[in-house]
């Protein structure tokens, strides 16, 4: 049995271009966390979506009941695999992840997935807390430009110091093919 689980967080319809919050780079990011996906499955890793739902009908994003919660059929789960709904943006908070992982035996987990400065971020240095060896495959992870003090901060810009802070004390950061070519 593997000790390694992927986790593929918030890969959802709603980061998408016919989404209400698009993110930079999402298709290509989505294609590398499915070849990601794909590997871990002809491995018998263990596979677990993450998806966000908003507590509130009438939230900007991720409303309960919109196709934008759903995840997108690129990475769509397989029979049997795991889907954990959260309302918050660490993965681990007020749901059955740590519970999860602590039952299948994981010791290593791979996180791909969106907001590299929010969600792929809260997950790892959570994952890293509980002691899990993390790895993030940053190309499969995209974010969004932000504004900051008047100043807009590129997408690239905020995803390089998400990876440069987690690469410094929270886990490995590695590309994709460098991912697979192991």
Partial sequence: MSKR???AIDIQNE????GRLPLVGIEQAT????RIIAAARSVGDEVIHVRH???????PIFAPGTAGIEINATV?????EKVIT?????????TDLKATLDANGIEQVVIVGAMSHMCVEGAT???ADFGYKATVVHDACATRDLEFGGSTVPAAQVHGAVMAALAF???EIVDTATYLSR
């Fill in 31 to 34: 294609a590398n966390a499915a």
């Fill in 86 to 94: 959260k309302n918050h943006v660490n993965s681990f908070r007020d």
């Fill in 15 to 18: 980061y998408f271009p016919d």
């Fill in 169 to 171: 004390g929270y886990g």
């Fill in 53 to 59: 739902v908003s507590l509130s009908a009438d939230a």
């Fill in 76 to 80: 769509a789960p397989a029979d049997g």
């Fill in 5 to 7: 689980a992927i986790i």
């Fill in 125 to 127: 240095r959570a994952a």
